[in-house]
């Protein structure tokens, strides 16, 4: 297998059906991942992309003690809960305190938990309407 990730083999499949589109030849995307998993020793793209899953680094792992903002609030918690969608992770937080959520003086929002989707950079795609992403978690330095 040649292939690194889940994008580089969904990048090789959308540039093999825009080649045998200009060829003539139409496919659908399906069809062009199910021939990119065959190209790479897979029965199927569904056991292909379980392959190079495996395969890639996870940023984040269960039980991590991590920390980083929320809506603008710092925090410190464990990973309960992650599960990878494409190339971003939807975590579940514990926080060890309770955060604020809320920036008005005339109310309150404290959560201990938290659950938000990251991308590679630990960066919510989400942001506030100042620009400022939802949520932020600190990737851990090895």
């Known amino acids: 297998m040649n292939l690194q990730s889940v994008i580089e083999a969904k990048s090789q499949a959308k540039a093999l059906r825009a080649s ?26 569904n056991t292909l992309q379980a ?3 495996r395969a890639e680094p996870q940023l ?17 918690g464990r990973i309960v809960a992650l599960s990878k969608v494409g ?3 939807q975590v579940s ?8 959520t809320v920036q008005f003086e005339s109310f309150s929002n404290m959560r201990r938990h938290i659950r938000g989707m990251v991308g590679p950079n630990g960066r919510s795609p989400r942001k506030t ?7 932020v978690i600190d990737i ?3």
């Open 20 to 45: 045998l589109a200009a060829q003539g030849t139409t496919i659908t995307h399906a069809r062009a991942l199910e021939l990119v998993a065959h190209q790479n020793g897979a029965r199927d793209w």
């Open 51 to 53: 392959k190079l899953s």
């Open 60 to 76: 984040f792992h269960l039980n991590d003690e991590v920390s980083g903002h929320y809506l603008g609030q710092a925090f410190t």
């Open 87 to 89: 190339a971003n992770t």
């Open 93 to 100: 937080l514990q926080l060890n305190e309770p955060i604020d």
């Open 129 to 135: 309407s100042d620009g400022t992403p939802h949520l």
């Open 140 to 142: 851990p330095r090895k």
